[in-house]
């Protein structure tokens, strides 16, 4: 089976130069478990982590396949920013966070976890668009631990995705029409 380390090397290749710092460091350790146990120090607060937790699943939802809360994303960005990333690296995702957490407020006079999925895609929206302060900066590099967080998983490496280790069998006539996943390898 592959394991988290191999996926992020993938997932370093694939996101090339735009990648966010911590992610690099993490792939390029030489360490054994990269996301085992807890973070050594909290990084969000308990509202930051609240919408932290929501919008990752707005960016990776739950549909036939499990999202991105069920395959442990937001733990994982957390100790990704606890133990990989430098003070600096952190700041656009605090930031982010509270800038969303501000313009809900302003806006839908909700905490930015409690709104509806529709106002919180409006507010990633709006990041994404960079019409918050500092959004297209903390959207690129959110979706990013979103994304390597879901794909580095169990859920996104074996039920998202077709596991098949190389070398595998090679079937040059298998049919197209009986694709259904993606595969990884």
Known sequence: MIDRRDALAGMAAMFGAALFAPIARAA????????????SSPVFTAQQRALMTALSERVMPTTDTPGAIAAGVPAFIEKLLADWAAPEDRK?????????????????????????????????TLAMENKLPGGADFFDKFRQLVLTGYFTSEVGIAQEREYLPVPGHYDGAFPYSKVNKVYSS
């Not at 390029?28 to 146990?37: C, M, V, Y």
């Not at 509270?98 to 839908?108: Q, V």
């Open 28 to 39: 390029a350790a030489q360490l054994p478990a990269i996301s085992d146990g807890p973070p």
């Open 92 to 124: 656009p995702i605090v930031a982010g966070l509270d800038a969303i957490e501000a313009r809900s407020r302003s806006d839908y006079k909700v905490a930015a976890d409690k709104a509806t999925q529709a106002q919180q895609d409006a507010l990633l």
